[in-house]
């Protein structure tokens, strides 16, 4: 089984990003095997903190290499993406030379009340993603609208239009990874 590294833009206990994140994981089943990493941990990036480095960032770059794959699933904050998944990015990307993401196959999802369902937010994610070298899965797309009971406390999805796209989007993942998964051609500093 394939193992994804999640990270979930979001701290909150009820974020809804976190709902859409199980729910893939319960669609993803027998094929994927999904680590999440609490961006709580994480320090503000500091170049300084490389003589010493903080349990959490060693913990995200073992994490990140040991991964055949990494997931942002994201809120939109203010028409962007939220500086935890930056954090993050940022950290494992260092020391330089040391990049941990490059290579790696990625997709993004994404859940907001609202109706552009975090396009906005994923447009500015995906503008900076070339630059750590990830592989990125274009199609499908996940802007998700979020509805009260839509995911269910569970988190199966309820309504079956949205539980077949979303499998489709895992379907695509996986093949994704099995396509990328050994392609390190693309390996940046
Ligand atoms: C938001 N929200 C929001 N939603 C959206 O669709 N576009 C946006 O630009 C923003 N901007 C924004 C800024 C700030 C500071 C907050 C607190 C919220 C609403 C957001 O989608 C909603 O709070 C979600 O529930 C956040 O996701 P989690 O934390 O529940 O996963």
């Known amino acids: 089984m394939k193992n994804v590294l999640v990270l979930v833009g979001s701290l909150s206990q009820a974020s809804i990003n976190r709902s859409l994140a199980k729910a893939i994981e319960n669609l993803a089943d027998t094929q994927l095997h999904f680590n999440y ?3 709580a941990g994480l320090p503000h990036y500091n170049n300084d903190l490389w003589d010493n ?3 959490a ?6 994490r990140v290499e040991a991964a055949d794959a990494v997931l942002i699933v994201t809120p939109e904050i203010n028409r962007s993406y939220p500086a935890i998944i930056k954090n993050a990015l940022d950290w494992a990307s260092r020391p330089y030379g040391q990049n941990s993401w490059a290579g790696k196959p990625l997709a993004i999802a994404g859940a907001s009340p609202g109706a552009i369902g975090t396009a906005a937010g994923q447009n500015h994610l995906r503008t900076t993603l070339p ?3 990830f592989v990125v899965m274009g199609q499908p797309e996940v802007y ?6 839509l995911i269910d406390e569970r988190f199966e999805v309820t309504d079956e239009q949205s539980r077949g796209f979303l499998q ?3 379907d695509k993942f996986v093949e994704w990874i099995d396509h990328h ?3 390190r051609a693309l ?3």
Do not use: M, S
């Open 37 to 39: 990493f609490d961006l």
């Open 53 to 55: 480095p903080p349990g």
């Open 57 to 62: 960032v060693t913990d995200l770059k073992h």
């Open 131 to 133: 630059v750590y070298g």
């Open 144 to 149: 998700f609208q979020f509805k009260a009971g």
């Open 168 to 170: 489709n989007f895992v």
């Open 181 to 183: 998964g050994e392609d």
């Open 187 to 189: 390996r940046v500093a």
